[in-house]
């Protein structure tokens, strides 16, 4: 098992159509991609500008097949100039 987690910072003029933009992603993926088991966005209201994914791979190559999706590279094109900050960390296997 592979885990991606994806924490946003959205420019706040941009928070609306990111979220919509970021949910639309997470169903491509799951129903598109094999690999892909997990794809969960989280927001909290305290925190309105960040948006969090939590994304679940069968490993590492799945994340990286995911990478190269055309439906990844559509949505990454389109919300880059909506972010202002992107911090990914990952984790393998199972503890």
Not at 75 to 85: I, L, Q, R, S, T
């Amino acid at each position: 098992m592979y885990c991606v987690a994806v924490t946003f910072r959205v420019h706040k003029d941009h928070t609306r159509a990111f979220r919509a933009r970021v949910i639309r992603q997470a169903k491509e993926s799951v129903d598109l991609e094999p690999g892909c088991s997990v794809f969960d966005v989280w927001t909290d209201p305290e925190r309105g500008d960040e948006v969090f994914l939590y994304e679940i791979y069968d490993d590492r190559a799945a994340f990286e097949a995911h990478l190269q999706s055309a439906h990844f590279k559509a949505f990454d094109a389109e919300v880059a100039a909506w972010v202002a900050d992107k911090k990914v960390v990952t984790w393998s296997g199972k503890a």
